[in-house]
């Protein structure tokens, strides 16, 4: 099998280029149908799993469920999934992603995919990153927020996948030596960044 996964800074429009590279390889693309699986595999809603991916839970988030698992008789709970939801989430998208890369080629967007297949010498990993103000850039295009509110949300985002995947990988999320390439987008483009993933991709597998 051969395998692509695309790490994305929030902005950096790191899905697009997924998109673009799996049309023109004519893979199989996994984003939000990871999203969508692993809902349907626990039997919650795909705005709870989406609540939850690639981010932590709040200190208060962890210690209600560390409540609810050592102290039950305090938290009568009877559904099991309010107990520490992230940590289901993970497994099962590791479980999901597992499968799908033993069924064909694929391109695996975030979700710790460039972690969980870091060892696998079939699978090529790319960074999508941009400048902070291309990312808010991009998020004011696609979201019509202010510029205050879109460099918000991208440094919250990016923090968050940050801390997702030193939590769940001890690995450094940013770092170089969790990639075979990285790309600026904001200086490539999507399409750039896209051409240039894909003769790489083109390179190594075909």
Wanted: with cysteine; glycine share 6%.
């Amino acid at each position: 099998m051969a395998i692509v996964t695309i790490s994305r800074m929030y902005g950096s429009g790191g899905s697009q280029v997924a998109e673009r590279v799996a049309d023109a390889l004519g893979w199989d693309v996994l984003d939000n149908a990871v999203v969508d699986a692993v809902a349907q595999r626990l039997g919650v809603s795909v705005a709870e799993v989406s609540a939850h991916e690639e981010r932590v839970p709040s200190l208060v988030e962890r210690l209600a469920a560390a409540m609810t698992v050592s102290v039950p008789e305090m938290l009568p709970v009877t559904d099991t999934t309010l107990q520490a939801p992230e940590e289901r989430i993970v497994a099962v998208t590791k479980a999901v992603i597992e499968e799908a890369v033993q069924a064909g080629h694929a391109v695996l967007v975030g979700r710790g995919a460039q972690c969980m297949l870091a060892n696998r010498p079939d699978a090529l990993h790319v960074y999508c990153y941009a400048p902070r103000a291309a990312l808010a850039a991009y998020v004011v295009s696609e979201r019509g927020v202010s510029q205050d509110e879109a460099l918000h949300i991208v440094d919250t985002m990016n923090h968050q996948r940050e801390q997702y995947v030193r939590r769940h990988w001890q690995r450094e999320w940013r770092a170089v030596e969790n990639y075979d390439l990285c790309v600026n987008t904001g200086t490539l483009g999507i399409d750039g960044a896209a051409r240039l993933v894909t003769d790489l991709a083109r390179e190594r597998f075909e």
